[in-house]
């Protein structure tokens, strides 16, 4: 579909652009550092710079090249997404699919609602005899299970033909998600061409998925089709803000990403098509050796998966355009945090799996750089620490380049932050971009918002991440595999304090001491060093239900969705439907 050539050739320039980036910030912290001479806390502070910026720079060519992409150059999709026009042509769709909804300890009732909501969406197409339904669980509690079964048993009444649903609980949950998959292959696979995984808050409008079959029945070496997943509007304030955020700035990143990234794209495990055979055949999860928290099954399964269907010789794309595939974000930084955890570890646990025999180069590229993602945040953690010790041994120096030093911190500020700005910029640029976010002022409101939210909640997030990898390096980390909390709620002073006072103490312990070394340089640290001062309280006031209500009313940090609501998320609405009785 796409020339080998022209992939390497876009792989050699995002190299080359992105060593030449570090390379030369590299050069000039070197030279800062140097000043007055080398010593201990310059190597540890040029170590710990040489970790956080791969990942930084990187993120600033993906969304400068896909903004050029998107803005700057015609037919960018056909270029970026060459299987995309398949979608729009009249081809009857024949290849036989399952939807398949995986749950473990969900509420019953929003799953299902959004199972009947993707199914009712399916149908209006015309083509919902060739789908089936599996709701697959590992729920581990009884009275869950038997809601589950409850409204299983409501959701196959509404179906057309009751036969094509199927529900299935297992007695554990072996191999986690990627497990449970896995049985659904070896039981059931045989009996459909693709799969198409959706998590318990995964939404998916009808069209969208049969544009999506069509792609990969006109494209058989596609083996994953990744669609652009965006939130749903959301009642909760921490997660209306957070979703703004990734909403306009997925769309230049991604678009970026896979323009060189190409055949060996992302599967971020749900809302994803999967090309059932060569999965079930050749996407085997190792058990990683040695016990957990390293060892046992691969939690992060997902990118895993996607190295080995390239490995058997499939493609796997990304389509980088947003509209007809959404999921739900946390709804407090508490719930986030939990879910950050378990990425973290998962992605650790890719180390074992570099010297896969037989991966795509790009595939462990991809490996390390998911494990490089979270290297950087105590890389940075550690960079914070050592600011005060920095402040007082560049006023030891006889000639500290004071300019040079403010400008370098400035451009890292830029760079982290210039994948939202390339989105605020392609939002913008886009015709009628604005008004499908309710007009320049209140995005620009939204926006501002969101950048000072990023700020604050990244301090507690990347903090939580660093104190948990120290306690992977000791062997005692661990996070289960369960439930998540998907509806708004409050949070009390108690119970943010117990979660984030190490957040608060460690802010507190860095700004005083940059507040006696130099008041100047707590000023300068304020971007990066407030949110753990303010940790405790932004998580309560962004979980407090009159917050996000206020936001919800004022229609700010809104999606498009909430001032053009699709027919899917409309019928999320509607009461869900009742059990039916059925006579002894």
Known sequence: MQSTTALRRRRTLMGVLNLATCGALAAAMAWILSAGGWSLLDGLLLACFLLVMPWTALGFWNAAIGLWLLHGRRGALAEVAPFASAGTSGEAVFLRTAVLMTLRNEDPARAFSRLSAVAESIARTGHGHHFAYFVLSDTSRPEIAAAEEEAFAAFRATLADGARAVYRRREDNVGYKAGNLRDFCARWGGEYELMLPLDADSLMAGETIVAMVRMMQAYPRLGILQSLVTGMPAASGFARIFQFGMRHGMRPYTMGSAWWAGDCGPFWGHNAL???????????????????????SILSHDQVEAALMR?????????????????????????????????????MQYARLLGLPGLQPMSRFQLLWAILMFFGLPAMTAMIALSPFAVREAQAAGAFPTALAAGLYSLFLFICLFPKLAGLADIALTRGGLARYGGGVRFGLSAAIEIVFAFLQGAVSSFRTSLFMLGLLAGRAHVGWNGQERDAHALSWATAAAGLWPQTLFGLAVCGALAWASPAALLWSLPLTAGYLLAIPFAVVTARPAFGAFLARHRLCAIPEEFDEPAEIAALARPAPQPVAVAA
Request: with cysteine; aromatic share 8%; net charge positive.
């Open 311 to 347: 490995r058997a010789g499939y493609e796997v794309r990304v389509l980088p355009v947003e509209g007809g595939s959404w999921e739900e974000n946390p709804p407090t930084v508490m719930d986030f945090v939990r879910r950050d955890l378990r990425w973290c570890l998962g992605n």
């Open 274 to 296: 999967v090309r059932i055979a060569p999965f079930r055949d050749d996407c085997h999860l190792p058990l990683l050796r040695g016990r957990p928290p390293l060892g046992g």
